[in-house]
Each structure stands twice: as structure tokens, then as C-alpha cells.
T-cell receptor, first 115, second 113 residues
Framework: AQSVTQLDSQVPVFEEAPVELRCNYSSSVSVYLFWYVQYPNQGLQLLLKYLSGSTLVKGINGFEAEFNKSQTSFHLRKPSVHISDTAEYFCAVSDSRNYGQNFVFGPGTRLSVLP | DSGVTQTPKHLITATGQRVTLRCSPRSGDLSVYWYQQSLDQGLQFLIQYYNGEERAKGNILERFSAQQFPDLHSELNLSSLELGDSALYFC????????????FGEGSRLTVL
């Protein structure tokens, strides 16, 4: 079974500063990796996904993530954050064979962008 | 707008009661998933349906049940409600069974008093 760790439950950062949200996973099989964002009072929205190919994945709103198989990580980065990036960010993993219960979310990281 | 519609958005009820949450997936999506989000448990997968059939089951209590109808909408039934069932319940849909992307609704917030 898969599991996802997001070590930082909260990350405060000043506007226009860079940010990195960390995600580590464990799995005995090959995986697909995702980052979702949840704005206040809204559902989850996909930021980006890694299925195969280039390990550097670019998503919406200027975010990118890098898949590192040896370190079993999929950290999310943005070079310059905006106030509007304040939200909860979830890393998720699924194995390549099935969805459903094998699609596991991390506990989330609350990003607070300060003026 | 993800295209996934959930009703009701908010629901307040008492312990011991039964409620039904409804989800309409994106047009063309065959797979529906239910998740529970609470402060202490995070996002927990409950159950998945594909084209009317149950395909995967997660941490769903026996007091909870779900189904997907021929028009592909889904309902999550929660019975004998307890205070601990208070949470945000999300429905998500995807086109197929294979991994790619889940499209989430805005959730139904259940408060059990």
C-alpha cells in the first residue's frame, strides 16, 4: 500500500518569495503522483501530475514539481508566490494498476502568503 | 468549475438521523469516488463506483452506503449518524478507471449535533 508524508503542516512565506512544499511517498510499485490545491470553501483542484516521462512537471499558476525516484519525493515549488496562492496543498499518489483505494492523499500543507 | 455537482452544500442534522448526499459527475465521466475530509483524519477514501458497479472500497463505515445510478449520478447514504461523522464529504469523478486526474466537487459539509 502507498503512503504519503507532507512534513510541513503549515508554511508561512512572504509575497514574491520562493516556496517549496515537501512530499515524500512510499510504495512497493511504480506510482503516479499528483499535487492538488484546495482554496477556502472549495473542492480540490489539480495543480499538476506526474505519470511518466520528464521528471520535472509544470502545472498551473506557475507551480512545478520534480519527481525524484531515488529519494521517493515529489516536492512542489514556485519561484515567486502571490497572496492568491494562500490555500491548502495536498500531495497524492496512486499506483499504476488501479485507482480508488490506491489513490492516497497526504495530510496537506497550509500555505499562507503574507503581504 | 470542475463540472462535478454536489448537493446539498451544507447539512445540519441530529445524532441518529440519516442523510443522503448526491453527486453528479462531469459529463462523460464514468467513475465516481467519495472522500471524507475531517480535521483529524484528513482526506479519506470511502468508495469508488465505475459505470454503476462498486470497484473499490476504502475506510467506509458499515453505517454508510453508496450507489451509482444508470444516469451515473451517485448517492452516499449516511445512517445512525454520530457526532464524529461531522465532516466535509467530497465527490470526485474521472473518465476511466486508470489513473489520470480526479475532478472534485465543492463538497457537502455535514454537521451532526
Amino acid at each position: 500500500a502507498q503512503s504519503v508524508t507532507q512534513l510541513d503542516s503549515q508554511v508561512p512565506v512572504f509575497e514574491e518569495a520562493p516556496v517549496e512544499l515537501r512530499c515524500n511517498y512510499s510504495s512497493s510499485v511504480s506510482v503516479y503522483l499528483f499535487w492538488y490545491v484546495q482554496y477556502p470553501n472549495q473542492g480540490l483542484q489539480l495543480l499538476l501530475k506526474y505519470l511518466s516521462g520528464s521528471t520535472l512537471v509544470k502545472g498551473i499558476n506557475g507551480f512545478e514539481a520534480e519527481f525524484n525516484k531515488s529519494q521517493t519525493s515529489f516536492h512542489l515549488r514556485k519561484p515567486s508566490v502571490h497572496i492568491s496562492d494562500t490555500a491548502e496543498y495536498f500531495c497524492a499518489v496512486s499506483d499504476s494498476r488501479n485507482y480508488g483505494q490506491n489513490f492516497v492523499f497526504g495530510p496537506g500543507t497550509r500555505l499562507s502568503v503574507l503581504p | 468549475d470542475s463540472g462535478v455537482t454536489q448537493t446539498p452544500k451544507h447539512l445540519i442534522t441530529a445524532t441518529g438521523q440519516r442523510v443522503t448526499l448526491r453527486c453528479s459527475p462531469r459529463s462523460g465521466d464514468l467513475s465516481v469516488y467519495w472522500y471524507q475530509q475531517s480535521l483529524d483524519q484528513g482526506l479519506q477514501f470511502l468508495i469508488q463506483y465505475y459505470n454503476g458497479e462498486e470497484r473499490a472500497k476504502g475506510n467506509i463505515l458499515e453505517r454508510f452506503s453508496a450507489q451509482q445510478f444508470p444516469d451515473l449520478h451517485s448517492e452516499l447514504n449516511l445512517s445512525s449518524l454520530e457526532l464524529g461523522d461531522s465532516a466535509l464529504y467530497f465527490c470526485a469523478s474521472s473518465l476511466t478507471l486508470t489513473p489520470g486526474e480526479l475532478f472534485f466537487g465543492e463538497g457537502s459539509r455535514l454537521t451532526v449535533l
